[in-house]
């Protein structure tokens, strides 16, 4: 579909948003469907990627809101493709209302190839129809308790119960934006030494107890000193306490039950010289070319012979890891 979208547009963006929702929507965790997005589009720049996430994120972020509205704004269920995309040119338009006419013109156009053209129409109409009935939508939808907080209700009814007096403000805190935190590797440079350079370049930084940086601002990874060279990843703060809390040693033998998509694995590897073995029930065969992992050495993946699992076996002396979607046999 977007062979004819300028790979710099709006609707180019939108377009690849909407099919990385589609994809969650469907089941798979927004990281394995950015992924492939980006297998799909190899020649994107950083800044477009970074667009294309950031409006899968708003989409995600607002989903419980927004498809309240579609269903006050179509009386059919559409087509996967063009929910999807419907989804992320609303959470679009409640974030950058000024640029309401450029969205519908770009959101449009990003579905002009669907099924040739033949919901370049709808997608007019619903978003048009937003914009109208807009003062009319917010406030119905404050009556409803998904799409006023933005979480499904069996999470929002077990708040209640277990945090009678602070389940509204659990519920704000998770519609706010994460701030952006690094994970330094310690093989290669100590945290202050890092926050160092980053000050060098302009980017501020705290140290916070777990030994992570949280940005002032979050950024492009490609502006980050060091990155491309491994000196850091992100990684959320919470993420990072696993291996402190594990308490490892060079030389343990260390086992992650629940692997992929792999920062955590990365972080033991990076915490002490130990030999790990990943376990997971999603496939972890991309896990080499995984930016978090790829900091940590070089990998090479082989198959045992008799056996479905993928072994890799990290090249560096220092340390071994082992990683495996099965494990009897091997």
Known sequence: MTGSLKTDSLASALHLAAAAVAEVIAGRSLNEALSQCW????????????AVQDLAYGALRRYGRDDFYL????????????????????ARLEVRPDEAHTIVDQAVEAVRDVARGQYKALVNGVLRNFLRRRAELEAAALQDDVARWQHPRWWIARLRRAHPEAWQAILEAGNGRPPMTLRVNRRRITATD??????????????????????????SVDRLPGFAEGLCSVQDAGAQRAAQLLDIHDGMQVLDACAAPGGKAAHILETARVDLLALD????ASLPTCPVLRPVSSVAIRTPSGCGANRISCSSHVYRAKFSTHCGGC
């Open 39 to 50: 297998r799909g589009k190899g020649a994107l720049t950083a800044g477009q990627r970074g």
């Open 71 to 90: 269903s006050k704004l179509m009386d059919k269920t559409p087509t996967p493709a063009v929910r999807a995309l419907l989804l992320v040119a609303l």
């Open 194 to 219: 890092f926050q160092s350079r980053l000050a060098g370049a302009d980017i501020a930084a705290r140290l916070l107890d777990c030994g992570a940086l949280q940005l002032e601002r979050p950024l």
């Open 281 to 284: 029930t999603d496939s972890i």
